[in-house]
């Protein structure tokens, strides 16, 4: 029996929470044993996952993961320590560090910096790095050169179970004809493009589209509401209520929220972006997945997203056998 290490302790919620639990689920039933650090419970409950309370934010998840990570590896015994923080400890151990955050390879400010020097220059060609897309893959060879064990390895979309007490109020249908995710949890990041769903007011009220902004601020815009930070356990009722995702981001990985929408038969809008064409590589041909260049083709894909619909299942499964 291994005993594997899986450091995610800034995991509270959003993608990274959604592919840990993935991975938890696919590797219940395994004869390994796994010690996960994480701010949450992980939703799968198994005999062999042994859950340990640890949150960290900022710059104590980079401490806490290159170094400090190595303690529990060591009291615990493991084989293997499994990172979802994009970086790993500066150690020799068998690793995987789970790369899920392409901001990496662009962003100038220090935090992105002290990333890459970490990978580039800490002991982080030991061991292999998982990565979503063949996208993801390219940039990162692109980035940091030869020398990486580099896979790819498609995460998987799953749903927690509906809470019933979750529901819109949908007296904005009594006003709009359309109700629009923008599945943001703060529209401070300018990765977001906030400013740009702003530009794009006359389209949505031209099609008397109601946008719901999944962050907590007290702004008043016209046709767009806050509905705050909405948890996992809610989303399945989210993406029943609404017609269609808008994803306006840079740059993402995969941004699980579109192949969420798609899997509930309901549209995704997307910005055109080099991440979008890489997944379009993966999967060839992806329906009710619509990207656009400008505020003309942004209007244009509203109106061909109600004339076709087909809903896709093959985006469910997921590639968590690292």
Known sequence: MNRILILATAAKGGGARSILNNYLILNADSS????VLSPDKPNVESANIIWIKKQTSGFYTYIFTVFLSYFYFIKFKCHKLLSFSNVNTVFNAPKVTYFHQSLIF???????????LTIKHLNHKVGKFVVQTTGVKRDFEESFGS??????????????????????????????????????????????????????????RKNKCCVLVTDCSDSVYED???????????????????????????????????????????????????????????????????????????????????????????????????
């Open 32 to 35: 390994d044993r796994y010690y």
């Open 106 to 116: 662009t962003e100038k400010t220090l935090k992105f910096k002290l990333l890459r």
């Open 147 to 204: 020398g990486y064990e580099v896979e790819v390895k498609w995460p998987g979309v799953t749903f927690p179970k509906e809470k019933k007490d979750f529901i819109l109020n949908l007296m904005y249908r009594r006003e709009y004809s359309k109700l629009i995710l923008f599945p943001a949890s703060n529209i401070k990041n300018p990765n977001k493009q906030f400013e740009l769903l702003l530009k794009y007011q006359g389209v949505l």
């Open 224 to 322: 767009i509401f806050f509905i705050g930070n909405v948890s996992s356990e809610c989303m399945t009722s989210l993406y029943k209520q609404i017609d269609f995702t808008l994803v306006l981001s840079k740059t993402e990985t995969v941004c699980l929220p579109i192949f969420e929408s798609i899997s509930f038969n309901k549209p995704a809008l997307v910005l055109e972006q080099s991440y979008v064409h890489c997944l379009f590589e993966m999967f060839p041909k992806i329906e009710n997945l619509y990207s656009f260049k400008s505020e003309n083709s942004f209007d244009t894909c509203i109106k061909r997203t109600f004339s076709e619909s087909s809903k896709k299942e093959q985006f469910l499964a997921a590639s968590f056998d690292f």
